[in-house]
């Protein structure tokens, strides 16, 4: 007979076993035992009539056919069903769950010869109900996983979506701690300028490939990388971007100020006052 469950179906007669579609290599007792078990229900079949169909002519323990009930239920789960499957009536014997067989029945396979008119048009509704929910599931997966894929590709949550109405100029400004710029960004709003902020270097290279800024604010180093800033510099004109670029440092050293020079920076700051000093010729070019 062949058996139809939820995503299971279970031929007993050719032992074979499917599960979402998936081939599943059960013991072939397994097939022994949901025979007897559907052909005593609404009974239980006693744990010494199992064990003599079963184990036919050979002697074994009672703890045989706990072990094989035990592993039916565990690879059942491990192949993905996880619906009703063998109810132990305890100190006689096993049986069908009872919404089990309520499964069987509903959706029974019968053979061809047997099969009524009304009978083969309620299989091939739950054969096409049951694909139509596994395309669904399939198409909301594939949905689900561009979204993300796109999420991903476009997220950024620290880039700020709005300006000054009358904006004179947007700068992108990086640094991987956005905190201790603060005081400076809120100055340079308030002379209606657009602060846009990214923490890292590829965060900062595609919004550049994306939109037009006037000037691009870094800090040195971030994270483990010392030379952050001077690398995005570098990647920049690699890239063929001209937007005018401004170190924002601690501690300029002659030779950090001719290597941004050198690289096609606009100068290396270390001071608030001096850094506002810089942007505003730039922003009014």
């Given at each position: 007979m062949n058996y139809h469950f939820e995503q299971v179906d279970m031929d007993t007669t050719?032992?074979?076993?499917?599960?979402?579609?998936?081939?599943?290599?059960?013991d072939e007792r397994t097939f022994e035992l949901f025979t007897m078990l559907i052909d005593a229900y609404p009974n239980e079949c006693t744990?010494?009539?199992?064990?003599?169909?079963?184990w036919k002519d050979t002697v074994v323990s009672d703890w045989s056919l706990s072990k094989l009930v035990s592993d039916t239920r565990?690879?059942?789960?491990k192949a993905g069903y996880h619906g009703p499957l063998i109810h132990t009536v305890h100190g006689r014997?096993?049986?069908?769950?009872n919404t089990l067989w309520q499964l069987i029945e509903r959706d029974k396979l019968l053979s061809p010869e047997s099969v009524s008119p009304v009978d083969q048009q309620i299989v091939t509704e739950n054969k096409v109900s049951n694909n139509r929910r596994s395309?669904?599931?399939?198409?909301?997966?594939?949905?689900?996983?561009a979204m993300v894929t796109l999420l991903a590709m476009y997220k950024d949550t620290s880039l700020k979506l709005q300006e000054p109405v009358n904006a004179i100029g947007r700068i992108l400004w990086v640094d991987d701690n956005p905190k201790n710029?603060?005081?400076?960004?809120?100055y340079l709003e308030q002379h209606d300028i657009g602060i846009y902020t990214v923490q890292t270097t590829d965060e900062a290279l595609r919004l550049?490939?994306?939109?037009?800024y006037q000037l691009v604010i870094s800090d040195m180093g971030r994270a483990d990388d010392s030379l952050a800033g001077l690398k995005l510099l570098e990647g920049m004109r690699?890239?063929?971007?001209?937007t005018p670029f401004l170190l924002y440092t601690w501690h300029a050293t002659p030779a950090l100020i001719s290597e941004v020079r050198e690289k096609g920076g606009q100068g290396v700051l270390t001071d608030s006052e001096s850094l506002y000093g810089k942007i505003l010729p730039i922003l009014s070019h």
């Amino acid at each position: 007979m062949n058996y139809h469950f939820e995503q299971v179906d279970m031929d007993t007669t050719n032992r074979c076993l499917t599960i979402d579609g998936c081939v599943v290599d059960i013991d072939e007792r397994t097939f022994e035992l949901f025979t007897m078990l559907i052909d005593a229900y609404p009974n239980e079949c006693t744990k010494q009539q199992l064990t003599d169909h079963i184990w036919k002519d050979t002697v074994v323990s009672d703890w045989s056919l706990s072990k094989l009930v035990s592993d039916t239920r565990k690879n059942f789960k491990k192949a993905g069903y996880h619906g009703p499957l063998i109810h132990t009536v305890h100190g006689r014997g096993y049986r069908i769950e009872n919404t089990l067989w309520q499964l069987i029945e509903r959706d029974k396979l019968l053979s061809p010869e047997s099969v009524s008119p009304v009978d083969q048009q309620i299989v091939t509704e739950n054969k096409v109900s049951n694909n139509r929910r596994s395309l669904f599931a399939f198409c909301f997966l594939t949905l689900v996983i561009a979204m993300v894929t796109l999420l991903a590709m476009y997220k950024d949550t620290s880039l700020k979506l709005q300006e000054p109405v009358n904006a004179i100029g947007r700068i992108l400004w990086v640094d991987d701690n956005p905190k201790n710029n603060l005081k400076e960004q809120q100055y340079l709003e308030q002379h209606d300028i657009g602060i846009y902020t990214v923490q890292t270097t590829d965060e900062a290279l595609r919004l550049l490939s994306l939109y037009q800024y006037q000037l691009v604010i870094s800090d040195m180093g971030r994270a483990d990388d010392s030379l952050a800033g001077l690398k995005l510099l570098e990647g920049m004109r690699q890239r063929q971007i001209t937007t005018p670029f401004l170190l924002y440092t601690w501690h300029a050293t002659p030779a950090l100020i001719s290597e941004v020079r050198e690289k096609g920076g606009q100068g290396v700051l270390t001071d608030s006052e001096s850094l506002y000093g810089k942007i505003l010729p730039i922003l009014s070019h």
